[in-house]
Structures are given as C-alpha cells and as structure tokens.
C-alpha cells in the first residue's frame, strides 16, 4: 500500500507526461526509498511518500477530487482511495500500473549549486512551479537554486519537496 499526501501527489501529477510516446512518463514514480516523482523529462517533480519498500508506476484514471488530504494506492487491487482529513473516503478511482523502467531521476536530481547570469526557462514550466508551490504554501512562495547554464534549476517547495526544470536554449538577445 502506497501513501501520498495531497501537495505531493497534485505536484507529481503536475509533472507527469501525458500522451508521451516513453509510456513509462505517463504515471507517477513511486520510489522504494519514500519518494514520489512525475517528470515529463523537461520538469521533474520530488516529495515524499509512504511506500513501504514498493516500486511502482501508476497512473490514477479518474480526476482528482477537489477536496482530499491524502491519496492510498493498492497496486496489487488497482485502486486508488481519495481520503479527507477525517480519513473518509472521498472517492475511489481505477489505477493502471504501468509495466516499464522509470528513468534514473536521481542523477537529474544529483544537484551541486553554482552561480549563472543568465538561463533560458520554458515559463509555462516555472508556472506549473507557482501552481504546485500552493500546494505546499498558499503563498506560492519557493526557494529557486541554479548550478549553470545547462543544467537543471531547482525550485524547493518545502523542506521536503521540490521540483526541477530544464533549461531550453534561446538565441543571445545581444
């Protein structure tokens, strides 16, 4: 049984590919270690979750509900429980387990922080950033961490959570 807060699974679904032709993109990464990751390759979405030693790629078919706390999934049922803060449950949903090898997110999230003066972000991305922020804090407010030019910004969203985002290449403005 899988356990996933509400920030930590809407920021996952977030970053989640949809329609991506590597099939493996288009659920959410449930690490054995207590992570949960959706990426789409260019934006890569970590938090924490209570996994209990499971792996899985799951993809939950039904719309999450507007008002939940915390998400249980049985990969074995292949089902997804919506949960209140009461621990009621709000909604049931069918979960496809998707069968393949999620990338190696770690060594994009392997960060050694560095200073640039300039880099290229796709914003719709830094906004899908604000959307997930309020998740965590209804501020939106997030700290943005830079290594170079070419490499991942991270933006940490709480203390345990945060989201990166490839840079694009852009012509020189000069």
Not at 12 to 17: F, K, W
Not at 69 to 75: F, G, K
Not at 101 to 123: E, Q, Y
Not at 126 to 135: E, H, I, Q, R
């Amino acid at each position: 049984m899988i356990t996933v807060k509400r920030a930590e699974y809407l920021s996952a679904l977030t970053c989640a590919g949809v329609k991506e032709v590597r099939y493996y993109l288009n659920g959410i990464f449930f690490d054995p270690e207590g992570f949960v990751v959706g990426t789409n390759g260019h934006r890569l979405f970590c938090g924490r979750a209570i996994t209990e030693g499971e792996s899985a790629i799951v993809n939950v078919k039904a719309k999450p509900p507007t008002k939940f706390e915390q998400v249980r999934i049985d990969t074995v049922l292949k089902a997804a429980t919506f949960l209140n803060n009461e621990g009621q449950t709000v909604m049931t949903s069918p979960v496809e387990v998707i069968d393949g090898h999620f990338p190696d997110w770690r060594r994009v999230a392997d960060f050694k922080p560095g200073k640039v003066d300039a880099i290229g972000i796709h914003l719709p991305y830094l906004a899908d950033a604000a959307k997930c922020s309020k998740y965590f804090d209804k501020k939106a407010n997030a700290i943005i961490e830079t290594q170079g030019v070419s490499d991942a910004i991270r933006l940490q969203l709480s203390a345990d959570a945060y989201m990166l985002i490839m840079p694009v290449r852009m012509p020189s403005p000069i």
